[in-house]
């Protein structure tokens, strides 16, 4: 059954990093983007980050540009999302998603973990 994990979240101080992970098993991973979403306490959710499964295109919201960087094995699988400087803006449930196109709502989700930048 094609499903997707994400992996990662935790308490972390402002200023600090966080990876995500994504694991797609059975999941038929080269025929989909994956993006990466959020939904922030009191806010519509957003998404953050694209990546085309081709041509490894990549799409960012203005709000993490310059520091969050999304990218993809197709070998294992697996979906990233590195976050630098998070700032508590940045606290809430992000979701790894695929589908055929990046779009503001994808096919498939996974279940989320949660972030919270806190000191």
């Known amino acids: 059954q094609a499903q997707l994990v994400e992996s990662g979240g935790g308490l972390v101080p402002p200023g600090g990093p966080l990876r995500f992970s994504c694991a797609a098993p059975?999941?038929?991973?080269?025929?989909?983007?994956t993006a990466w979403f959020r939904q922030a306490p009191g806010k519509e959710r957003e998404e953050v980050s694209c990546?085309?499964?081709?041509?490894?295109?990549?799409h960012y919201a203005d709000s993490v540009k310059d520091r969050f960087t999304i990218s993809r094995d197709s070998a294992t699988k697996m979906a990233y999302l590195q976050m630098n400087s998070l700032n508590p803006e940045d606290t809430g449930i992000y979701y790894c998603?695929?589908?055929?196109?990046?779009?503001?709502?994808?096919?498939?989700w996974g279940p989320g973990t949660q972030v919270t930048v806190s000191s």
């Open positions: 990546i085309t499964h081709r041509a490894g295109s990549t």
């Open positions: 998603t695929a589908d055929h196109t990046c779009r503001e709502n994808p096919r498939y």
């Open positions: 059975g999941f038929p991973f080269d025929n989909y983007v």
